[in-house]
């Protein structure tokens, strides 16, 4: 994997993305979205990882980064961060892309590389941004459904929304449910405090864009 320029810096806020090589899927069904999930769990601490040895009731102990939200799509995914420990977001990063990449290949067949590159990373720099961020990777669903929402055509918002909440793989679930599994929202600014909060964020967004 190529080396990345840039250096995180412990208590900073990130937006992680990346996409499938020349654009193409890399979830191909249920089981390749469920596992990435779980190793973005499984990734997530400083312990040597086999998965082969790893049963349901794995501890990994102390967390390397935080994760704020998610959302994993046909083909690309975000993650929204914070550093934790100094190199965190890229040991937790090259754990997860490369044990996924392993998996995608074998399971399918192919060789060479599965990602557009090295993982992209966006400086999150303000407080309005973070916020704007809740709702962006949020809403990444939508688009399977209307990928032109946001030139405002959206002809019935509320079902656009149902849509947006009853997607599996995204992080709303987690927050809707109050079951944090894979995020930790304590290391985060609570701009939600009610799983409501979030639907009105969200309706909110997609009414303005329906203007």
């Keep these: 994997m190529t080396l990345r320029k840039q250096a995180f810096v412990p208590d900073e806020y990130y937006h992680l993305y990346n996409r499938g090589t020349e654009k193409r899927l ?79 290949n074998k399971k399918y067949e192919r060789t060479g590389k599965l990602y557009e590159g090295v993982f992209k990373s966006t400086y999150i720099g303000s407080d309005r941004y973070l916020k704007y961020l809740y709702s962006y990777i949020h809403l990444n669903p939508a688009k399977l459904i209307n990928k032109n929402w946001r030139e405002g055509k959206v002809r019935n918002i509320n079902n656009l929304l149902k849509h947006v909440f009853s997607y599996s793989y995204s992080s709303l679930n987690e927050y809707t449910n109050s079951k944090f599994e894979i995020t930790n929202p304590s290391k985060f600014p609570t701009y939600f405090k009610e799983p409501d909060d979030h639907r009105r964020e969200l309706f909110e967004w997609l009414n303005f864009n329906d203007r």
Excluded at 73 to 92: Q, T
């Design 26 to 104: 890399i979830f191909l069904d249920k089981e390749d979205y469920e596992h990435f999930l779980f190793l973005m769990y499984i990734c997530n601490t400083e312990k040597s990882i086999e998965l082969r040895s790893i049963g349901k009731n794995f501890d990994r102990g102390e967390t390397i980064m935080d994760i704020g939200a998610y959302c994993l799509m046909p083909n690309h995914f975000h993650i929204l961060v914070r550093e934790k420990i100094e190199g965190g977001i890229s040991k937790y990063m090259l754990k997860l892309m490369t044990s996924y990449s392993m998996y995608f």
